[in-house]
């Protein structure tokens, strides 16, 4: 019988439960979340007078992006500049403390409170769809999906974003509109047919750092699943996000989240910020 040496036991046990103490980091909520880094810092929007719409500020058309084994993308002037509404490029801009949400401005009491953070610690941003002084109506992080309400506009800030994603759902691909008139279009992969993607127009919330089955990076939306009530321990998010299954690319394979190559998907993370319109059809 061979005789173990006491040192070395009790190295091996001390190994063994430094391994078992490490946690595994989770996305709760995201359809197909990944696992990831902790949140990065998203830089603020700057801070606009309330009572003006600002201009996008110029910026340097969209850098071609490299091939990816998804498929190249398509990087090209679009053929008709679209004039999209002044008030889908406006956004409101939390203050600490957060704001109270009317459901009319006739209201007499708030029906919600939001704070002036979201769940990954990102500064809370709100698209603005209408305005009625004093009051503009912002689409909400809630169910059901495109609900909106009113907030005061004296008690954000507010700013514009100059990014606008669409995804066709029939066509299966995305198409990235920069306020500079440049399009890029790359395939996707949707939801399957027990889990299909929700339509409707939502927006950026948070930029998360992710890894492995998901792709480099998550861009969560304030959609939710209408297939699932829950997931991996979160209200069901949906998201778009990259994938390490590049023939996945193409396919309604999702559990709801929209899967692009991972070159777009560090291009969209590098340059899209929150209260970017998503709009799903």
């Known amino acids: 019988m061979m005789q173990t040496h006491p040192m070395r036991v ?9 391994l078992l103490a490490v946690p595994a980091a989770r996305v709760s909520g995201l359809l197909g979340g990944a696992p990831p880094a902790p949140p990065r810092a998203v830089t603020p929007l700057p801070a606009r007078p309330p ?3 600002p201009t996008p500020a110029a910026r340097t ?6 091939p990816s084994s998804a498929g190249p993308l398509v990087l090209q002037p679009a053929p008709t500049v679209r004039i999209l509404p002044a008030l889908s490029w406006t956004v409101a801009l939390l203050r600490p403390g957060g704001v109270d949400v009317n459901a009319d401005t006739a209201a007499s009491s708030p029906s919600i409170h939001l704070p002036d953070r979201t769940e990954f610690g990102t500064r809370r941003v709100l698209p603005v769809i209408g305005r009625m ?11 059901p999906n495109n609900s909106s309400g009113w907030i005061r506009e004296d008690e954000v800030d507010v700013s514009a974003v100059e990014d606008r994603i669409t995804v066709n759902l029939e066509t299966r691909q995305l198409s990235w509109d920069h306020s500079l008139g440049q399009t890029a279009l790359a395939p996707i992969a949707i939801g399957g047919p027990d889990s299909p993607t929700p339509r409707g127009e939502f927006y950026v919330t948070d930029v998360v750092p992710s890894g492995g089955a998901y792709g480099p990076w998550i861009l969560a939306l304030n959609g939710h699943s209408d ?3 829950d997931f991996e321990g979160g209200d069901a ?4 996000h990259g994938t390490d299954d590049a023939s996945s690319i193409g396919g309604a394979t999702s559990h709801g ?8 998907d560090r291009q969209l993370a590098a340059i899209i910020r929150p209260g970017t319109v998503v709009e799903i059809g």
């Not at 989240?257 to 777009?264: E, K, P, S």
């Open 10 to 18: 009790t190295t091996l046990v001390a190994i063994l439960l430094a």
């Open 51 to 53: 009572a003006t719409v």
């Open 61 to 66: 058309v969209l850098p071609t992006p490299a």
């Open 133 to 143: 002084d004093p009051w503009l109506e912002v689409r909400l992080p809630i169910r």
């Open 227 to 229: 297939t699932f009530t």
């Open 237 to 240: 998010r949906l998201a778009i």
């Open 257 to 264: 989240c929209v899967r692009v190559g991972n070159d777009l």
